[in-house]
């Protein structure tokens, strides 16, 4: 039987995000975001909001860790799992979360510097590079190639 289990989130993160080293010293960063239902009640006026769990390992969670904070937008591609454990008093206890494989900005550079969240060290400016030089000598760096009349199309 065949199965696929893929995630993609885009939302708002609820708080600073949380990073942790286990046992073995690998760096494990959890948080929660704040996605928007596609549909609003109209009864109720207002949008429906998801609060969902995720959680990153390795250099993912040092790189959340670092240029993301509460409010800021971000993607997540990840996968849905669920986990059980007992509890202190004996109670078994569920959790389901989005162990991310994959997580980026969505706020372009421009709105980033304009205050809506860090930026990275070295990020795309394309003021930086310039216009681009054309040269208008013919064949340049260019190879003739001689008709080939016996071509397929």
Not at 23 to 41: E, T, Y
Not at 77 to 105: H, I, M, P
Request: proline share 5%; charged share 15%.
């Amino acid at each position: 039987m065949a199965s696929f289990n893929k995630v993609i989130l885009i939302g708002n993160m609820t708080a600073d995000p949380e990073l942790k080293q286990t046992a073995a010293g690998i760096s494990v960063c959890s948080f929660s975001i704040a996605v928007n239902r596609r549909f609003a009640k109209a009864e109720q006026g207002q949008q429906s909001v998801d609060f969902i769990n995720i959680v990153t390992w390795r250099q993912q969670a040092e790189f959340v860790s670092r240029y993301f904070k509460k409010g800021n937008p971000i993607l997540i591609c990840g996968q849905l799992q669920t986990r059980s454990w007992n509890d202190n008093n004996g109670q078994k206890r569920y959790a389901t979360e989005v162990v991310a494989d994959e997580v980026s900005f969505v706020a372009s550079a421009a709105q980033t510097a304009a205050g809506g969240g860090a930026a990275p060290a070295g990020a795309y400016t394309p003021e930086a590079y310039g216009t681009p030089a054309y040269s208008s000598t013919p064949g340049a760096n260019f190879e003739e190639i001689p008709n080939d009349g016996d071509l397929p199309f």
